[in-house]
């Protein structure tokens, strides 16, 4: 034999073997030279079939099965003539259609059924695709051997298996292990005795088949709970059921009961559809656990003849018996196509005159050479396979260390983005503190010392959280502190006693942007354009109000008034009938801070301050200033201030509208104003969107502190009782004393 251990190296004229080299007799007639022409043409195209498989099982294309591979070596022989057919099988293929011979030993009449038509007559079910045609049997074929009445029902494995036993108990009522079938395989089973009541599951009233705990904690058959309704409930509590774990317990001692063999049993005479022990068969009794060790090697087992399929099966016992007299022995030769069918004696004279006989060796050699490389071609299929799970595997692998690669790349991302973060935090704050201390020493130098109290420091208190937004605007009224946020809601917290929020006022559509307290009431501005009246002791909503066409930017309430202020707008509202009074208009941008004093509101837009006097509602004043927008304004005994967009706090003589100064340090728009007065000592609060808020003393105009703890802008401030309360964009209001 050539050497074929890599079959992608040989080549398929190595396996062209000449037919003239094979030892054939002397003599060879033409039938015998046109077999083996077909031989040969038949192999060499088998060959050419391995070959263009082994090619391809070399590609990193799918791999055909192994089976398939056989399949398509074996499908080039169909091209050969009918009558010099050989089959590549290697092997008869087994027919569907059984025939059962029913006889005795004394030579009474002989039933033969070869049909399902026939086995219906004798009181037994169709298989599922049976054919039900009849067939005639001539008193030739009328041949047989002696079967016992219980090795009838099982001549052909794929007749139907009754349900019932002799005890009364289904064939599936038992305990599915190794040895146990299951629905789809059902055996007959006859107990020898009857099993105790309590290995019989309440739904289905049969022995356990698969017995498991359900939720209520009774036993039932799996099949009975998992097969049924999904309502179905135990019969004993009412529970719905469903599995929880299998009863190991119960399965032990349905595997211990003792029943009959089933080649010991037949078909019930007086119980249709059930079984009893039979006299005539197998006499062994065996436990549910150990049937199969018996059952496979029962002399009572029906098997196939050895020689022929044809031949009807007969008992295992009577099988040497059958062998001496068996009429369709084959020929050696029949995988090739040699059809000779005979008994022993015919068969020694048959093989002189074979024309397969002669050609045996070149017939074994090429079945070898081709099983060779079957089985290389199986085993490179196998390395490819191992290649392909490895390559799957080192993908895999390498998919998470990307994934893996990628998460830390995106934390290292996040953890430089908030190190920069830190990084020009920290350099604004001291570029803010250098400025503030240049500040101070240049007031110091121009000979303005002793004004600077050290010991009015303030510092943060504590911190209010609650909202989900920016907090936009502040108002104290008493011990109560009013926040409004872009979370659209109003919280109100005590300041007195336990710092806590003690009602949350929901009613308005958009961001609160404005809150002012006039008597007992609470006024709220809101971006949906609406002005919305709270009661304050009760904290309820008393009316809504539509205001404006734009939001409500700042409210202010004097003299029994209450000012509202929008785009290009101010709206003047009677507090008592809160009827609107007077709408002002032409201003030249929106209105976002509005002061009153006792004579006169000061309102603010783009780079400009007007003076309204309270009584007449006429402008009386205009202050022109710089920086862009006014977003705020406070008013002191002697001072007006504003502050800017663009980071500047104004400040004019409250007597001559004359400006005095300008406040510089912020870096951001300075969101808004907050004075606390005391004789000869009056401070300035700003906050700003550099998210820090500065202390001004208006005795000599230098900035004296800087309060830097929020994490956001600071948009708005609030005094009460020498505190200040500061909300940011970071959502909280700290307190500061």
Same mark, same amino acid.
């Given at each position: 034999?050539?050497?074929?251990?890599?079959?992608?190296?040989?080549?398929?004229?190595?396996?062209?073997?000449?037919?003239?080299?094979?030892?054939?007799?002397?003599?060879?007639?033409?039938?015998?030279?046109q077999v083996i022409d077909t031989l040969r043409r038949g192999t060499q195209e088998r060959l050419a079939s391995v070959s263009t498989s082994v090619l391809l099982a070399s590609s990193w294309s799918p791999p055909s099965s192994t089976n398939g591979a056989r399949q398509r070596n074996h499908s080039s022989t169909n091209t050969i003539p009918t009558g010099s057919h050989i089959e590549t099988t290697f092997g008869p293929?087994?027919?569907?259609?059984?025939?059962?011979?029913?006889?005795?030993?004394?030579?009474?009449?002989?039933?033969?059924?070869?049909s399902w038509s026939d086995l219906t007559t004798a009181g037994m079910s169709l298989p599922a695709g049976g054919n039900n045609q009849s067939h005639t049997i001539d008193e030739e074929e009328e041949e047989g051997v002696v079967l016992g009445a219980a090795a009838a029902a099982h001549v052909n494995p794929q007749l139907p298996k009754h349900r019932r036993s002799g005890s009364n108990m289904s064939a599936r009522s038992f305990m599915t292990s190794p040895d146990i079938t299951t629905e789809t395989d059902q055996e007959v089973i006859v107990f020898t005795e009857r099993p105790s009541s309590k290995l019989?599951?309440?739904?289905?009233?049969?022995?356990f088949n698969d017995p498991i705990i359900a939720t209520c904690g009774h036993t039932f058959c799996r099949q009975c709970v998992a097969g049924r309704s999904p309502d179905v409930k135990c019969p004993v509590d009412g529970t719905k059921l469903s599995v929880v774990v299998a009863n190991i317990a119960v399965s032990e001692q349905i595997g211990e009961l003792y029943i009959h063999c089933k080649y010991g049993c037949r078909p019930s005479q007086d119980r249709m559809g059930e079984f009893e022990a039979d006299p005539k068969g197998c006499p062994h009794t065996v436990?549910?656990?150990?049937?199969?060790?018996?059952?496979?090697?029962?002399?009572?087992?029906?098997?196939?003849c050895p020689n022929n399929p044809n031949c009807s099966k007969v008992?295992?016992?009577?099988?040497?018996?059958?062998?001496?007299?068996?009429?369709?022995?084959?020929?050696?030769?029949?995988?090739?196509?040699?059809?000779?069918?005979?008994?022993?004696?015919?068969?020694?004279?048959? %093989?002189?005159?074979?024309?397969?006989? &002669?050609?045996?060796? =070149?017939?074994?050699? #090429? /079945?070898?050479?081709?099983?060779?490389?079957?089985s290389t071609l199986s085993q490179k299929d196998s390395e490819i396979e191992f290649l392909r799970s490895m390559l799957g595997a080192l993908s895999e692998r390498l998919d998470r260390l990307e994934k893996t690669t990628e998460i830390k790349m995106n934390v290292l991302d996040e953890n430089q983005n908030t %190190?920069?973060?830190?990084?020009?935090? &920290?350099?604004?704050? =001291?570029?803010?503190? #250098? /400025?503030?201390?240049?500040?101070?020493?240049?007031?110091l130098n121009s000979g303005a010392v002793g004004v600077y109290d050290p010991q009015q420091i303030f510092k943060c208190m504590g911190t209010f959280v609650g909202h989900k937004g920016p907090v936009w605007c502040l108002y104290v009224h008493g011990d109560l502190l009013f926040s409004g946020s872009s979370d659209k809601l109003i919280k109100v917290w005590d300041t007195c006693t336990n710092y806590k929020c003690l009602k949350t006022l929901d009613g308005h559509a958009g961001i609160v942007l404005a809150l002012c307290v006039f008597s007992d009431k609470l006024y709220s501005g809101s971006a949906d354009s609406t002005i919305m009246v709270w009661d304050i002791d009760t904290l309820t909503a008393i009316k809504t109000i539509n205001a404006h066409d734009n939001p409500v930017c700042t409210l202010v309430a004097a003299n029994g008034m209450l000012f509202s202020g929008s785009l290009k707008t101010i709206k003047v509202w009677d507090l008592h009938s809160l009827k609107l009074k007077r709408e002002i208009k032409g201003l030249n941008h929106w209105v976002r801070a509005l002061q009153a004093s006792q004579k006169y509101l000061y309102s603010g837009s783009?780079?400009?301050?007007?003076?309204?006097?309270?009584?007449?509602?006429?402008?009386?004043?205009?202050?022109?200033?710089?920086?862009?927008?006014?977003?705020?304004?406070?008013?002191?005994?002697?001072?007006?201030?504003?502050?800017?967009?663009?980071?500047?706090?104004?400040v004019w003589s409250v007597d001559s509208y004359e400006q005095c100064d300008t406040l510089t340090g912020h870096v951001g728009t300075v969101y808004d104003l907050a004075v606390i007065q005391a004789p000869g000592n009056t401070r300035v609060f700003s906050a700003s969107y550099d998210r820090s808020l500065r202390v001004w003393n208006m005795e000599n105009m230098i900035c004296t502190q800087t309060l830097v703890r929020h994490q956001g802008s600071v948009t708005c401030l609030a005094v009460s009782r020498g505190r200040i309360f500061s909300g940011a964009v970071d959502s909280t209001v700290k307190v500061w004393q």
């Amino acid at each position: 034999m050539m050497d074929i251990s890599d079959p992608l190296d040989f080549d398929i004229s190595d396996l062209n073997i000449d037919v003239e080299e094979i030892d054939t007799k002397p003599e060879v007639t033409d039938t015998e030279t046109q077999v083996i022409d077909t031989l040969r043409r038949g192999t060499q195209e088998r060959l050419a079939s391995v070959s263009t498989s082994v090619l391809l099982a070399s590609s990193w294309s799918p791999p055909s099965s192994t089976n398939g591979a056989r399949q398509r070596n074996h499908s080039s022989t169909n091209t050969i003539p009918t009558g010099s057919h050989i089959e590549t099988t290697f092997g008869p293929t087994k027919r569907n259609i059984v025939t059962t011979v029913h006889t005795d030993r004394e030579g009474h009449q002989i039933t033969v059924y070869k049909s399902w038509s026939d086995l219906t007559t004798a009181g037994m079910s169709l298989p599922a695709g049976g054919n039900n045609q009849s067939h005639t049997i001539d008193e030739e074929e009328e041949e047989g051997v002696v079967l016992g009445a219980a090795a009838a029902a099982h001549v052909n494995p794929q007749l139907p298996k009754h349900r019932r036993s002799g005890s009364n108990m289904s064939a599936r009522s038992f305990m599915t292990s190794p040895d146990i079938t299951t629905e789809t395989d059902q055996e007959v089973i006859v107990f020898t005795e009857r099993p105790s009541s309590k290995l019989s599951c309440t739904l289905c009233d049969n022995v356990f088949n698969d017995p498991i705990i359900a939720t209520c904690g009774h036993t039932f058959c799996r099949q009975c709970v998992a097969g049924r309704s999904p309502d179905v409930k135990c019969p004993v509590d009412g529970t719905k059921l469903s599995v929880v774990v299998a009863n190991i317990a119960v399965s032990e001692q349905i595997g211990e009961l003792y029943i009959h063999c089933k080649y010991g049993c037949r078909p019930s005479q007086d119980r249709m559809g059930e079984f009893e022990a039979d006299p005539k068969g197998c006499p062994h009794t065996v436990t549910i656990n150990n049937r199969r060790e018996h059952e496979n090697c029962c002399v009572y087992m029906a098997i196939e003849c050895p020689n022929n399929p044809n031949c009807s099966k007969v008992l295992k016992m009577h099988l040497n018996d059958h062998l001496r007299l068996c009429q369709n022995i084959q020929c050696a030769h029949h995988k090739y196509g040699c059809a000779f069918i005979g008994t022993s004696e015919d068969m020694s004279e048959h %093989l002189h005159d074979c024309k397969f006989e &002669a050609m045996k060796e =070149f017939l074994q050699l #090429n /079945e070898d050479r081709l099983r060779d490389v079957q089985s290389t071609l199986s085993q490179k299929d196998s390395e490819i396979e191992f290649l392909r799970s490895m390559l799957g595997a080192l993908s895999e692998r390498l998919d998470r260390l990307e994934k893996t690669t990628e998460i830390k790349m995106n934390v290292l991302d996040e953890n430089q983005n908030t %190190l920069n973060q830190d990084l020009r935090d &920290a350099w604004r704050n =001291f570029t803010m503190i #250098n /400025e503030e201390v240049s500040h101070i020493n240049a007031r110091l130098n121009s000979g303005a010392v002793g004004v600077y109290d050290p010991q009015q420091i303030f510092k943060c208190m504590g911190t209010f959280v609650g909202h989900k937004g920016p907090v936009w605007c502040l108002y104290v009224h008493g011990d109560l502190l009013f926040s409004g946020s872009s979370d659209k809601l109003i919280k109100v917290w005590d300041t007195c006693t336990n710092y806590k929020c003690l009602k949350t006022l929901d009613g308005h559509a958009g961001i609160v942007l404005a809150l002012c307290v006039f008597s007992d009431k609470l006024y709220s501005g809101s971006a949906d354009s609406t002005i919305m009246v709270w009661d304050i002791d009760t904290l309820t909503a008393i009316k809504t109000i539509n205001a404006h066409d734009n939001p409500v930017c700042t409210l202010v309430a004097a003299n029994g008034m209450l000012f509202s202020g929008s785009l290009k707008t101010i709206k003047v509202w009677d507090l008592h009938s809160l009827k609107l009074k007077r709408e002002i208009k032409g201003l030249n941008h929106w209105v976002r801070a509005l002061q009153a004093s006792q004579k006169y509101l000061y309102s603010g837009s783009y780079q400009t301050i007007k003076v309204w006097d309270l009584n007449s509602l006429d402008c009386v004043r205009v202050l022109q200033t710089s920086g862009g927008s006014v977003y705020s304004i406070a008013v002191t005994n002697q001072h007006i201030i504003c502050g800017t967009y663009e980071n500047c706090i104004h400040v004019w003589s409250v007597d001559s509208y004359e400006q005095c100064d300008t406040l510089t340090g912020h870096v951001g728009t300075v969101y808004d104003l907050a004075v606390i007065q005391a004789p000869g000592n009056t401070r300035v609060f700003s906050a700003s969107y550099d998210r820090s808020l500065r202390v001004w003393n208006m005795e000599n105009m230098i900035c004296t502190q800087t309060l830097v703890r929020h994490q956001g802008s600071v948009t708005c401030l609030a005094v009460s009782r020498g505190r200040i309360f500061s909300g940011a964009v970071d959502s909280t209001v700290k307190v500061w004393q």
